[in-house]
């Protein structure tokens, strides 16, 4: 490689030294090379630093391309993209805090000398602040920094603004709003702004992967980062719901965090989700619907919505959430536990597991006892609902606790051991409990 780089820079000095001979350096002209001499000079040193940097020894040719840099900087616009290459890299070889301080610095100046030779303001300041906060995004002072930047960037950019920017600017925003240094109102603000660019993306081209996973991060961060409540929701989104009611995008985004914060009893969740549902009757506008009609105690109308939503919706994920939350209230509400438990298998179907629809499954037994007029079978409804908490447990340990409760709870209701042994039966023993439940399970008592 040495050899096939000597070669490259003997050819280069033989090019150049047969060229005119007056001087003055491109940094003190303004000029692209400079003149005469020192512009020999540049062309040599830009020539032998890409030779280095193409054969990757950055080590070498980091010596010729700071002379370019320093003595020609509006020779080429490649420059400045090698040296963020090469600076990138020296900063993940460096151990030495201070002396990676110090490469950062010279970073962040590489950015600042192309904005000024070569533009583009508003690009080179978002990936000034991506590079920055790649390596401090622990120190608050320089995330505060970074963020500016990205504030600036976007302000320029607009719609045009690079996801990765949009991603970064959130992130900051969430980790200053964190330390104190941002108002919710700002992040909320930001939060909006960053959904528009996104929005705007997607409507170019709805298959964006990368638009559709920083839209979903930053909006699953929003609601974790604490900055949005019901009243900080309301207070943002309320003021703008006239100029935005047929704004589907702006609809949507209402109501996806009233019902993650669980704000429908709000006015403005009612508007919004009404307004969303006759602009576009879609899957999401009737879930919403449903979520409505059930803070109002319209639960049959709810049902109905919940329906809807379940013919619309192509995501099984969020198909199965439809169909458990059905289930919920056909069976809490609508006294319909057999109903319920089609609703909740249906869920799993889409959702094997997920432990919530086992546990309606357990609560839509219990409902059931009243199935039988003998007592002794009314009890038997608690072993086959306890069968459904352990296996919700089993499949999901984010139910464990739900799931605990509920065993400990029912398992008291078992029948005494006399009752048992009175009917022939004794611990172990299999056991078919009827009525509409139609299940076998295991003989147990208190």
């Given amino acids: 490689m040495e050899k096939l780089i000597r070669q490259a820079i003997t050819g280069t000095i033989m090019i150049l030294i047969s060229m005119t001979v007056w001087c003055q350096k491109g940094v003190e002209d303004g000029s692209k090379y400079g003149h005469g001499e020192d512009s020999l000079e540049c062309l040599k040193n830009l020539s032998l630093y890409r030779e280095y940097v193409k054969y990757g020894n950055y080590k070498d040719g980091i010596i010729y391309w700071r002379m370019a840099f320093n003595d020609c900087p509006a020779s080429s616009q490649n420059m400045y993209i090698d040296g963020v290459k090469m600076y990138n890299q020296f900063i993940v070889d460096e151990n ?34 991506i590079d920055l906060l790649r390596y401090r995004n622990n120190d608050i002072i320089r995330v505060e920094e970074g963020y500016k930047y990205l504030e600036e960037s976007i302000k320029l950019l ?22 104190d240094r941002l108002s919710a109102d700002k992040v909320i603000n930001n939060y909006s702004t960053a959904s528009e660019i996104i929005d705007q993306t ?8 990368d638009a559709l996973r920083v839209k979903d991060y930053i909006d ?61 009757p879609s899957a999401q506008s009737a879930f919403s619907l ?51 438990k089609n609703y909740a298998v249906e869920a799993l179907n889409l959702r094997p597991n997920w432990g919530e629809p086992y546990i309606l499954i357990g609560d839509a037994y219990v409902a059931s006892k009243d199935c039988f007029n003998d007592d002794f079978e009314k009890t038997t409804v608690y072993w086959v609902a306890v069968d459904k908490f352990i296996k919700a447990k089993t499949v999901d340990t984010t139910v464990i606790d739900k799931a605990n409760e509920r065993i400990q709870t029912y398992s008291l209701y078992f029948p005494d051991v006399e009752t048992t ?26």
């Fill in 96 to 129: 030495d805090p201070v002396k990676q301080d110090a490469l950062i610095d010279t970073l962040m100046m590489v950015y600042d000398q192309r904005i000024q030779y070569f533009g583009q303001k508003g690009s080179n300041l978002g990936r000034k602040a």
């Fill in 220 to 280: 699953v961060n929003f609601i974790a980062s604490g900055v949005a409540t019901c009243q900080s929701l309301v207070h943002f989104f309320k003021p703008q719901f006239e100029t935005n009611k047929n704004n589907i995008p702006y609809l949507k985004r209402v109501v996806t965090f009233m019902v993650t914060l669980d704000c429908e009893q709000d006015p403005l969740y009612a508007q919004a989700a009404e307004a969303l549902y006759k602009l576009e």
């Fill in 158 to 179: 607009k719609n045009k603004s690079p996801i990765p920017v949009v991603a970064t600017y959130m992130t900051a925003s969430y980790t200053l709003f964190q330390n």
């Fill in 290 to 340: 449903a979520k409505l009609f059930v803070t109002k105690d319209q639960f049959i109308k709810a049902a109905g919505y919940y329906l809807e939503a379940i013919e619309k919706e192509t995501d099984p994920h969020k198909k199965a959430e439809y169909y458990y939350q059905l289930g919920v209230i056909t069976n809490s509400k609508l006294a319909d536990p057999q109903a319920a």
């Fill in 202 to 209: 997607l409507v170019q081209d709805p298959n964006d992967d």
């Fill in 421 to 446: 042994f009175f009917y022939s039966l004794k611990e172990g023993d299999s056991y078919t409990v009827g009525c509409w439940i139609n299940e076998t399970t295991t003989v147990r008592s208190r």
